[in-house]
C-alpha cells in the first residue's frame, strides 16, 4: 500500500462526536510560543487543530480495540528478571 499521508504529532482530543453514523474527532498539536511576561522569557503551549478524522463506527470499534491493546502491552510491569 503506497502512503501519501503526511504524518503529524498530535497531543490532544480537542472535540469529538457521532452524527449519523459518522464519527468526528478533531486532534490538536501544542505549539509552544514563546513571550515575555513581566519581562521574563516564558514559553506557553497554545493548541492548534491539525488533523480532523471522520469514520463509521466499524473503524472506531476497531481503533478501540487495537488501542486496547496497545495501552495494555505498555503499561504491564516488567516481569521480575530471573537470577543467574
Avoid: W
Avoid at 68 to 76: R, S
Amino acid at each position: 500500500m503506497e502512503n501519501i499521508s503526511e504524518v503529524t504529532f498530535v497531543t490532544d482530543l480537542e472535540v469529538s462526536g457521532f452524527l449519523n453514523g459518522v464519527l468526528n474527532m478533531a486532534f490538536s498539536t501544542a505549539q509552544f510560543v514563546p513571550q515575555i511576561v513581566e519581562g521574563e522569557m516564558m514559553v506557553s503551549a497554545a493548541p492548534k487543530i491539525t488533523v480532523n478524522l471522520r469514520f463509521d463506527l466499524r473503524l472506531a470499534q476497531i481503533l478501540r480495540d487495537r488501542l486496547d491493546e496497545i495501552i495494555d502491552e505498555n503499561t504491564k510491569p516488567a516481569a521480575p528478571k530471573a537470577a543467574n
